[in-house]
């Protein structure tokens, strides 16, 4: 590796892969072969970058020139004068969205400035389907010092000195997790690594699984050896067929290396890896039911107690973590718990990993120490409200999580700071909302997606969490009254406080945080049967402007449903009652006389 | 032992580790709700999803409300059973369940013997916001010979499930799609009669709702009964004498045998027989069939299959049709009493009363749904009339005893009429696990040995755990005999026999756990094992009292040799008392 003296590292995750990164590669590949520099100049396929909305991306080494929006036919431009004449292609680098000016590299972008990437460390930097690359940035080394150097206690004490906390949403702390397994004797015991990422429009563990999948075996072989345990199962969601296979050549080519299998590193240690598929479950990336879908069962969750780690796959102790969390394993040992806990705040140590969506510039995959304000995240890092509108909240947690709104700007993210807020960390999508979203509507989503999901073992949310998406429904149709949010607010307390796991213990999260943050957007429907950002359409009144409309009759011709009336050259009028609120009518109106109400 | 201390609404009490806080509260006398959760104690039948969430309750210290049937005691832990907070919660969640539930109780088969319906009295739920824009999960209706199923009805307690699954490995039921529309169902919501379905009814012994209920046949019998033309004669099983009386509020294990037989006959039965006479009789085909595979056996024959098993079960029939048919040739293949009864009664009786069969109509009182299908039975029929032609349950007889306006409870006793009504104590025990083989053995025992038995009783036989094994000394000879109720411990035995590891020479098989007095059509026992414990005594002790306890002592079987059938599996007693079994096994694949 080190012959060579240029790298063009080109973004492998899934948005840019499907935005032909692969056909960049080969072209890229071709021109260097063309211009004899095959030797001298490396091409690799990496792992996300994270900057989504720019993709796809193509990253200069060793300068960090970050060009984005690259397309295929850009690869002989790149080659030609960055690769050869050392010139490099300005209408291809990101521009500074306030001063417009294009920004030399990475280092400088407002985007990256604020991350620190420590589970992100090898995406965009190797190319993870080589074990080699993985290895020179001293991956295995810390599989290796815990084998050689350490006892499983001492390991299980530098994890619970980190004060590393589960990133699948609990925040349950990782060293007591594997503490516990240890504790409880028994013949076999089992490593399980969640990788059912299942929160809509999440995608922080596939890029590490798509990214750097050997930073996940390494810290599950460690997990093994910390509890006693020589099997290890991923559970991987079927519908990430990337990640898939990233993970079945990393497994062959860690077993081919040794690193996997018998007598890993000619220390005795057994431990080796399989695969497991999910089959379309939100609920299965809860553990026990993740637990009961791979022993063959219907993917649904039992009571706990007893937890995994006393009796878990097959009644036996299992240790299941969340692939964020296994990923920062391997550098905590290296670098240490004291290095560790000094990032982040008081409780919430290390970095976390965020999936910036909605209305904000720049979309995409973030990592930042904990205690990073939302303020920094939204405005700095992601580039504040797209199109200039007005920030309105922030969704974190997912489905099972809350919305913060302006008030909450100046906090900084960790797990309890959010609980306290009425949301929570959850697994790390944040959809950022601006104006024109509909707190009601949003709420009325989150509940579409559990009542989906919900397993329909248990009363409460097979059944409730349908009546309040219901409820929400009817609210959004102009149809509620103030007794019904009372009955919302009863009906969501309960089914936090009866549900049987974690999926309908928080699925009514999103419609309490967003009844206590945007209470009046709430009481406008109910009372005064209107949406106040101009969302639901049944509360939505489409108007003729006497002052504007000249009875051109262009609108009374297109209503599907004949709800215009009106003479020639005379002021239209659209029947309220008639109105399905399409929207054609305005949408054809070259005077700007149909306005929403 | 270990035990914890802890105070449920204010009481401590001890309990050993291990205990629920549903069980602790039960020893306090704090009765928890729930709709899911059933135990039957002694049975090692367990049903446990904690999905109804109705046994939640208060625990310092823990956020939520645990459910009590799942969460173990711990020391110091302070429960609190009916604060505001779990009251409002129990009863938001019975909302929940109401609104996804018919309202139909007024004219639903369960009404009146309705846990949901119970539960709601209870808790006191007036009414049920939202019905007007409320979806509800509706399915396809499926009527199958012995068992309807309403899907709307379903709670999702999982007990039939349990019962199907778990404890009679028969696999017919287990929960499909997810969610709101979640139910249990054959596979692919296939109707009961396409899946490996025995008919044993142990789904609706459990099921808490109108879901699960048995096929109604009162109305053929009205017709049947209106009909002056018909000659409508009754056969009474011995489970249903010990069970009956439930249903008219006496203690479970009341005998009611002689009120029983005064009841049908002021509902205008024609002849009030009982199905003990022809126990009795299969005692007698059944016992000489069982000596002489043993005797050929232990002479080296190879032909002769040993162990024999009993086949009286219907339920248990179609399980080895459909699970071991290869070993179609290992059971008995005698008749079981209700379909020897019907054929005795079509031929035999009905030429002493000079009745043509096909004007003869034969109904059936029966614990059990099984029989419901097995009448049906294509080989049990003489030129498309059936030798026995309706089958009805317990709960059914006493429906139809009500709308009689009868009240059992102010009837004198009558007998049974004759010559298909006397019994022996041997007949009575066939309603229980280890009656059959009993029966069986105080016959053979005396035919092989030629001695008379100086001790009736066969305790070593009875009991309740799930498979019981004994050796009976024949004068020298010792008979291994393995005893087997619930199909899920029949399977165990039968593995044994189909890999040639099995030690017995003879085996009794019950599909019910209990036997029949746990049968699928019996008054239902509400999860409470002390009912089946009762009914079980109860016959023992009816065994206990009659003058003669030996199936081949009846004076009126003696006659039906003497008189019909010549004697034990002559050329007549073949033809009409015994049958063979046929290879089902396609039954266990449900295609889509």
């Not at chain 1, 990993?353 to 995240?377: Q, S, Y």
């Not at chain 2, 979806?135 to 709670?155: G, N, Q, W």
Request: hydrophobic fraction near 35%.
């Amino acid at each position: 590796m080190s012959k060579y003296s240029m790298h063009l590292l080109v973004c492998g995750g899934t948005g840019c892969h499907s935005s032909e990164s692969d056909a960049i590669v080969c072209n890229l590949r071709d021109e260097l072969e063309a211009k004899g520099l095959t030797d001298k100049v490396q091409v690799i396929l990496t792992g996300c970058f994270g900057f989504c909305e720019k993709g796809p991306i193509v990253k200069v080494m060793p300068d960090n020139t970050f060009y984005v929006q690259v397309k295929p036919e850009d690869a002989q431009t790149i080659v030609e004068e960055h690769v050869i004449k050392g010139r490099k292609v300005t209408r291809l680098l990101y521009k500074d969205p306030v001063n417009k000016e294009p920004v030399s590299d990475s280092k400088h972008m407002g985007f990256f400035k604020k991350q620190l990437r420590i589970v992100l460390r090898n995406c965009g930097f190797i190319n993870p389907e080589n074990i080699d690359e993985y290895i020179a940035r001293d991956g295995y080394m810390a599989l290796g010092k815990v084998l050689s150097e350490m006892t499983p206690e001492d390991t299980i004490k530098e994890i619970k000195d980190s004060g590393q906390r589960g990133r699948g949403g609990a925040g349950f702390p990782t060293g007591l997790k594997w503490e516990l397994a240890r504790k409880n004797q028994s013949d076999e015991k089992y490593v399980v690594c969640n990788a059912d990422e299942g929160d809509p429009g999440a995608f922080m563990d596939r890029s590490v699984l798509e990214g750097d999948p050997h930073s996940v075996l390494e810290a599950m072989a460690i997990c093994g050896y910390s509890i006693g345990a020589s099997n290890g199962l991923i559970y991987v969601r079927a519908e990430y067929p990337l990640a898939i296979h990233r993970l079945q050549v990393a497994i062959k080519q860690a077993r081919e290396y040794g690193l996997l299998g018998n007598n890993i590193m000619g220390t005795g240690f057994n431990f080796d890896i399989n695969l497991r598929y999910g089959a379309g479950a939100f609920v299965c990336g809860e553990e026990t039911a993740l637990i009961h879908s791979m022993e063959g069962l219907r993917g649904e969750p039992t009571v706990k107690p007893p937890f995994p780690a006393e009796s878990g796959f097959r009644k036996k102790p299992t240790n299941v973590n969340n692939v964020e969390t296994l990923a920062a394993i391997p550098v905590i040992i290296l670098k240490g718990a004291k290095w560790y806990s000094s990032i982040g705040t008081e409780k919430s140590k290390g970095t976390k990993v965020f999936a910036l969506a909605g209305k904000i510039n720049n979309v995409g995959l973030i990592e930042v120490p904990m205690g990073t304000t939302l303020r920094e995240v939204v405005f700095e890092i992601g580039g504040g409200i797209r199109n200039g509108k007005k920030f309105k909240g922030v969704q974190t947690g997912g489905p099972s999580g809350g919305c913060l709104s302006e008030k909450h700007l100046d906090i900084p993210i960790d797990y309890d700071n959010l609980v306290a807020a009425g949301s929570i960390m959850g697994s790390g999508g944040m959809i950022i909302l601006d104006e024109d979203d509909c707190m009601v509507s949003m709420a009325k989503f989150y509940l579409d997606f559990t009542v989906e999901e919900s397993c329909g073992k248990c009363a409460p949310c097979r059944i409730g969490n349908k009546r309040l998406n219901e409820l929400l429904g009817q609210i959004c149709e102009g149809k509620g009254t103030l007794e019904d949010l009372d009955r919302l607010k009863n009906m969501s307390n309960v089914i936090k406080d009866t549900a049987l796991c974690g999926l309908g213990q928080t699925s009514p999260n999103p419609v309490l945080s967003m009844m206590e943050n945007y209470r009046e957007e709430f009481e406008a429907h109910v009372v005064d049967k209107k949406c106040p950002a101009g969302h639901c359409r049944s509360l939505m009144e489409y108007v003729i402007n006497p002052d504007n409309c000249v009875g051109c009759t262009a609108c009374a011709r297109v209503c599907p449903v004949g709800a215009i009336k009106g003479e020639r050259k005379e002021t239209h009028k659209i029947d309220p009652s008639i109105c399905i609120k399409c929207g054609s009518c305005k949408e054809k109106c070259k005077f700007d006389a149909i306005f929403i109400r | 032992m270990e035990t914890i201390k802890l105070t449920i609404d204010n009481k401590e009490i001890e309990v050993p580790k291990g205990t629920t806080i549903y069980q602790a509260a039960k020893m306090l006398g704090i009765d928890i709700p729930t709709l899911c959760y059933m135990h039957l104690d002694d049975m090692n039948i367990e049903n446990k999803p904690a999905g109804c969430r109705i046994c939640v309750v208060e625990v310092n210290g823990r956020k939520n409300l645990p459910p009590s049937c799942s969460t173990d005691c711990q020391n110091g832990m302070v429960v609190k059973t009916h604060t505001t907070r779990v009251l409002n919660a129990r009863r938001t969640v019975m909302e929940f369940i109401l609104s996804d539930h018919p309202k139909d109780c007024l004219v639903c088969s369960k009404s009146g013997n309705c846990d949901l319906q119970s539960m709601a009295h209870r808790l006191g739920i007036r009414e049920i916001p939202g019905q007007e824009f409320a979806a509800v999960s509706t399915y396809r209706k499926d009527t199958s010979p012995s068992i309807v199923r309403d899907l709307d009805k379903c709670i999702m307690c999982r007990r039939c499930e349990t019962m199907c699954n778990t404890v009679q490995t028969v696999g017919a039921l287990s929960a499909v799609n997810r969610g709101f529309m979640a139910t249990v169902a054959p596979a692919f919501e296939q109707n009961l009669e396409h899946s490996p379905c025995t008919y044993c009814g142990q789904c609706v012994a459990v099921c808490p709702t109108g879901a699960l209920t048995e096929v109604n046949h009162i109305p053929q019998v009205l017709r049947a009964l209106a009909d002056p033309t018909k000659t409508v004669v009754v056969q009474t099983a011995p489970a249903v004498r010990v069970a009956l009386g439930e249903e008219f509020g006496m203690e479970p294990g009341s005998i009611v045998t002689g009120k029983m037989a005064a009841a049908l006959r002021a509902l205008g039965f024609d002849y009030v027989f009982d199905t003990d006479f022809a126990a009795d009789l299969t005692i007698m085909e059944e016992g000489t069939e069982l000596l002489d595979r043993l005797g050929r056996y232990l002479k080296g024959d190879k032909t002769a299959k040993i162990p024999i098993l009993t086949s009286c079960c219907p339920g248990w029939v179609n399980f080895f049709e459909y699970y071991f048919p290869d070993l179609k040739d290992v059971p008995s293949t005698a008749k079981s009493p209700q379909q020897m009864f019907g054929a005795i009664s079509k031929s035999y009786f009905a030429d002493k009363i000079g009745v043509n069969r096909k004007d003869m109509v034969v109904v059936s009182i029966m614990p059990c749904l099984a029989k419901k299908y097995e009448c049906q039975r294509d080989e049990f029929s003489v030129d498309n009339n059936p030798d026995v032609d309706y089958s009805i349950s317990t709960r059914e007889l006493a429906a139809f005893i009500k709308q009689a306006n009868i009240d059992i409870n102010t009837l004198a006793d009558e007998d049974f009429d004759n010559p298909l009504g006397e019994s022996t104590g041997a007949a009575v025990i066939f309603g229980t696990t280890g009656g059959v083989i009993e029966a069986a053995v105080r016959t053979a025992y005396e035919v092989f040995t030629g001695k008379k038995l100086e001790k009736i009783d066969f305790t070593e036989l009875r009991g309740m755990e799930g498979v019981r094994s004994a050796t009976i000394d024949f004068n020298g000879l010792p008979v291994n005999i393995g005893i087997a109720h619930g199909l899920g411990n029949a399977r165990k035995l039968l593995n044994d026999v189909r890999a040639g590891k099995s030690q017995f020479h003879a085996i009794e098989v019950m599909a019910c756990p209990g036997g029949c007095i746990g049968g699928g059509g019996q008054p239902l026992h509400h999860g409470n094992s002390e009912v089946l414990k009762a009914r079980a005594a109860a016959l023992y002790s009816e065994d206990k009292n009659k003058p003669l306890r030996k199936s081949h002592e009846n004076p009126f079987i003696i006659k039906l040799y003497e008189e019909f059938l010549g004697k034990p599996n002559s050329e007549k007693a073949h033809h009409l008392l015994h049958t063979h079994y046929f290879d089902k096994k396609e039954k266990i694949i449900i295609k889509k």
